[in-house]
């Protein structure tokens, strides 16, 4: 009897682990332990790989406020997908808008770490990885889409824009997708710009369909009125095509306020909550439709010939094409720990990555020139 006892409450205690997919987790960045929150659908099989969504917290909140604003874990649970929330230093997020009480911290290599963690754990598909936010959130999502070197297949921004800083160093590598969602009524971040939020939202728009070289004229859709009593409207204008098969959508709230559409949260926000459209759905609506297709393996930096690595991903020997001089560089691992460091020989170069766990790599070359190149090891 007492080993079926043992078998029945094993198997009870596995279960309820699964059903549980709500985690609290840590990682090493920086010299700094950052936190975050990780909901994994309940469906998740090992071996499965699954897109992965950021939601991003507004200045003041946390992973834990923006989990319950946006109720982003139903949509994960119901669409196949894992969600995290990770937590800014001190409630705030590096928006390089010079604002009293925002972070100083290396968000956009936070956030870069992290997904390669995750996808190092859970096999995350690398081509499906996506960023949305609230506020503070939103204008890290937009810096994402504009800085990070990884392929972000989409982002949005909810009651967020760019501060003239981010606005002026947007140089994405990528055709990244991008919605914004905006009430015109928000007095936090304005929907018209001001000098402590940054650039209002028809720049963000005109920014980014020139980036992706869009057409300049949306079609506009009045979206159906279906709660009278919420004091606004939504119009839904999109900008397509654009290079690379993207797309730029805003979805304008008349009324609205600094606010999560469709949240049910009592402490939100400030302003009209609309309750026509549900943010979240909406995002994972316009998420699905992109991804970022092949990983790359190749970055060129201004002024610096290109590199290129193959096989990736590899099993064993790494060969590097590209460098004119010996070049000093770095390996480091899904979590940011180096593994490795040494001297490339220029021209026709290998590294054995042979000896090296499966999972998600980055080689930096430490000559000033910034480049580096995203690994797999199989």
Not at 1 to 24: D, E, G, I, S, W
Not at 74 to 92: H, M, R
Not at 263 to 290: H, K, P, R
Request: aromatic share 8%.
């Amino acid at each position: 009897m007492r080993p079926t006892l043992y078998t029945t409450l094993f198997l009870a205690l596995f279960t309820c682990k699964n059903v549980h997919a709500q985690t609290n987790e840590t990682l090493q960045h920086n010299g700094l332990t950052r936190d975050y929150i990780l909901y994994v659908p309940t469906t998740y099989q090992v071996g499965q790989s699954l897109p992965l969504v950021f939601v991003l917290h507004g200045f003041t909140q946390s992973a834990q406020t923006i989990m319950d604003v946006t109720e982003f874990n139903a949509v994960a649970e119901s669409n196949n997908f894992i969600v995290a929330y990770p937590n800014g230093v001190g409630n705030a997020w590096n928006t390089n808008s010079g604002f009293p009480g925002g972070s100083s911290a290396d968000d956009i290599g936070y956030i870069d770490v992290l997904a390669d963690s995750l996808t190092a754990e859970f096999g995350i598909d690398t081509t499906r990885i996506y960023s949305c936010g609230f506020s503070a959130g939103g204008f890290l999502s937009h810096r994402l889409a504009c800085e990070s070197p990884r392929c972000f297949a989409a982002i949005a921004s909810v009651s967020g824009t760019m501060s003239n800083n981010a606005s002026d160093d947007c140089a994405p590598q990528h055709s990244t997708p991008v919605m914004q969602i905006h009430g015109t009524s928000d007095i936090i971040v304005s929907y018209n710009g001001s000098i402590f939020s940054g650039i209002g939202v028809n720049d963000v728009i005109t920014q980014w369909t020139g980036l992706l070289n869009c057409p300049t004229t949306p079609v506009t859709t009045a979206l159906p009125d279906i709660d009278t009593g919420d004091g606004s409207t939504v119009e839904k204008q999109v900008y397509t095509p654009c290079d690379g098969s993207s797309e730029v959508v805003l979805l304008k709230v008349n009324g609205g306020g600094h606010q999560w559409p469709g949240s049910s949260a009592v402490l939100g926000g400030i302003g009209n909550t609309n309750q026509d459209i549900d943010a979240s759905q909406e995002i994972w609506n316009f998420f699905q439709s992109f991804s970022c297709g092949q990983l790359a393996t190749s970055v060129t930096a201004p002024s610096a010939p290109s590199v290129q690595a193959w096989p990736n991903p590899c099993t064993g020997l790494l060969h590097i094409e590209g460098l004119v001089t010996s070049t000093p560089y770095e390996l480091l691992d899904a979590t940011g720990r180096s593994v490795r460091s040494g001297s490339i020989a220029s021209r026709t170069a290998s590294l054995d990555m042979g000896s090296l766990d499966t999972g998600s790599y980055e080689l930096r070359l430490l000559d000033g020139t910034g480049r580096f190149i995203r690994l797999v090891k199989d």
